[in-house]
């Protein structure tokens, strides 16, 4: 380990925090929202609109987020009505862009499997008893099932907050010059592999401690009321 290339390297490598922080919340934002929406779907009594969401759970959690990324930002591009649609080309042709998406979709369907789990734990009785109350559903969902339901999944959404984190070293594949690719580069400049990957691992490992001590502080936030 040579450690004067270490204190050169980390600044190189810390150029990449910055996208990989905007990946990471972009495609959680985007993530979130579709996967709340999926997991509200595949509760529908509605055959059609539940199978729609759990096929779109079973392709996206049945195939590598790599192969996603590929066919997003390889194969699509390849497409003539892609090229010439001005907003496509806009998320297919730009890396990042690209690496949202694909991210997001992602995401999308492991949150809603995760969402789902927590609604199915709400008690029944709640639900009625706020209908006895004059609350209409939307009102109930948003004052009484998601905010129990989120507490529930609070836990399990931590780690995919985690993954999702690791998951943005794959964007370095489409040329996105995150955390990784720019350590992918300065390899191919020092051939120091070893300190390079190292300091890599270390800049996410940092990143996934301070995600996973907010995730904690937050649980403890909405879990006040239960005793210890």
Same mark, same amino acid.
């Given at each position: ?7 050169? +390297? ?51 959690? !049945? ?40 991210? +997001?979709?992602?995401? %999308? ?15 029944? !009785?709640?639900?009625? +008893?706020?209908?006895?109350? !004059? ?13 129990? %339901? ?49 300091? %890599? ?28």
């Amino acid at each position: 380990m040579d450690l004067d290339f270490i204190r050169l +390297a980390v600044p190189t490598l810390a150029k990449g925090l910055g996208l990989t922080a905007l990946l990471t919340l972009a495609s959680v934002a985007v993530g979130f929202n579709l996967g709340l929406a999926l997991a509200v779907m595949r509760l529908s009594k509605n055959r059609l609109v539940s199978g729609f969401a759990k096929g779109y759970s079973t392709v996206f959690r !049945g195939t590598p987020l790599l192969v996603q990324l590929f066919l997003f930002y390889y194969g699509l591009g390849q497409l003539a009505f892609v090229r010439d649609n001005p907003v496509l080309w806009w998320i297919v042709g730009d890396g990042v862009h690209c690496a949202v998406m694909a991210l +997001a979709l992602n995401t %999308a369907a492991y949150t809603s499997e995760i969402l789902r789990g927590g609604l199915m734990s709400i008690p029944g !009785g709640l639900v009625e +008893a706020a209908q006895a109350c !004059g609350m209409s559903r939307l009102l109930c969902f948003r004052r009484i099932t998601f905010p129990l %339901a989120i507490r529930q999944a609070l836990p399990a959404y931590g780690n995919e907050l985690v993954l999702v984190v690791k998951g943005t070293s794959l964007a370095s594949t489409i040329t996105v010059l995150e955390i990784t690719g720019h350590a992918k580069r300065l390899m191919s400049q020092t051939f120091a592999i070893l300190e390079v990957f190292a300091i %890599a691992g270390v800049l996410y490992l940092l990143i996934n401690l301070v995600l996973i001590t907010l995730v904690r502080l937050l649980e403890a936030r909405l879990t006040r009321y239960l005793p210890r």
